[in-house]
């Protein structure tokens, strides 16, 4: 176990005690890869809320052998015991590829779920700050899912919903457990609720149609058959889109590629969109079904003793989704502030209107990202969740 932090980041004078009974140690073997994957069964038992991930995703997801993360990543995974119980678990993450392209020199925590004790939860954050110390950094970051190519923050407000694909969720009394570990927040990211059925203001939808007629924008859903080329032109935008992003990191061939097969599963072509001037592909959306709807239904597994139970409730699920989220939509430097980004949504409102979804999530978008949020605020967006990402000194 990690030795006691004299003071926090945050300028309190004393750390939560650690409790004598509390033992925190390094996943080493199958069976705790596999406890650490499935203690979050203790904390959500109840939660109407809560989506679980897909065991298997999930083991893929910590593998080294099956995330092209760890090609240049390294984790560290640490599960928390109180007298043989597992009571908490944490992930400590160096990202080299972040430290280079940021300028910076910060590790991070992640994949952190813990009981309503602040002293088990110090007992994980000193373990992982002390694997991060050992590795020069001088600061943690969290929590993140490895990066913000992945899940990312900690949800602090919007408890009431489930969340989006691909977006955190956890019990309300994490924040309080963080804080009182000597985090502070760095960062607050946005979620935004829109309805297909909201029609956006007749201004916007009329400057976006002389836009479109002016700067001879044209928009065409992406072409699966053309999956590698297409994949190919949408990773050139990504990391020419959001490089100027707090918190971005590029990714590397093999990760966008693995994520690239892992969304085809889920994705209508109708919704994603690439923006084009003059045959050039200068923008992009992303929006997806809302796959946790169906993964609810599964309840984490897709066979129950031997039989393909969780696939066919899932399957059946997956035929009732009505909701979306919006991942991303970036558009390249020298082609920003030209309604871009407008023609994208109001395109991707009318395709998901014809399709029959009710509307969805957007997410997520910086707390400054005053263009954007405006911009999303004057289609009818209403925020709707708040995911809030820490930092403390080592």
């Keep these: 176990m990690a030795a006691a932090e004299p003071s926090t980041a945050a300028g309190s004078t004393s750390l939560p005690p650690l409790p004598a009974n509390v033992e925190v140690t390094p996943v080493r073997t199958s069976a705790e890869r596999t406890a650490f994957i499935r203690f979050p069964y203790t904390i959500y038992k109840g939660d109407p809320n809560w989506v679980p991930h897909l065991e298997m995703e999930r083991r893929d997801f910590i593998d080294p052998r099956k995330n092209p993360f760890f090609e240049f990543g390294e984790v560290e995974f640490f599960l928390a015991r109180r007298e043989g119980q597992v009571v908490g678990r944490i992930a400590a993450v160096n990202n080299p590829r972040y430290n280079e392209f940021q300028k910076t020199n910060v590790g991070f925590f992640g994949l952190f779920e813990c009981v309503n004790d602040a002293g088990v939860a110090r007992a994980l954050f000193d373990a992982a700050a002390g694997w991060l110390r050992a590795k020069g950094f001088t600061s943690v970051i969290g929590p993140m899912s490895y990066s913000t190519n992945h899940e990312v923050g900690l949800l602090v407000e919007g408890f009431n919903t489930p969340p989006a694909i691909m977006t955190t969720y956890n019990p309300p009394w994490y924040a309080a457990l963080i804080e009182a570990n000597g985090y502070a927040k760095v960062k607050d990211l946005y979620a935004w ?117 969780g696939l066919a409730k899932l399957l059946l699920a997956s035929r009732k989704i009505r909701r979306l989220r919006l991942i991303l939509l970036g558009t390249i430097e020298g082609y920003r502030r030209r309604g871009l980004d407008a023609i994208l949504y109001l395109d991707t409102l009318r395709t998901a209107r014809e399709l029959g979804f009710e509307g969805g999530e957007i997410s997520w978008t910086l707390e400054d990202n005053h263009l954007v949020n405006r911009a999303i605020e004057s289609m009818g967006g209403k925020r709707s969740k708040v995911f809030r990402v820490y930092e403390k000194s080592l």
């Design 193 to 309: 609720e829109l309805s297909s059925s909201t029609p956006p203001p007749e201004k916007v939808a009329r400057v976006a149609e002389k836009i479109r007629q002016r700067e001879g924008i044209t928009v065409r859903p992406v072409n699966l058959k053309d999956f590698d080329g297409e994949v190919a032109r949408i990773k050139a935008m990504y990391n020419k889109a959001w490089d100027n992003n707090w918190g971005f990191v590029p990714m590397t061939e093999a990760e966008f590629d693995n994520l690239a097969r892992e969304l085809k599963q889920m994705v209508r072509p109708e919704l994603v969109l690439i923006g084009e001037v003059k045959g050039e592909p200068v923008a992009f959306s992303l929006t997806v079904p809302d796959a946790n709807e169906a993964l609810k239904a599964a309840n984490g597994r897709l066979t129950t003793f031997g039989l393909p139970i």
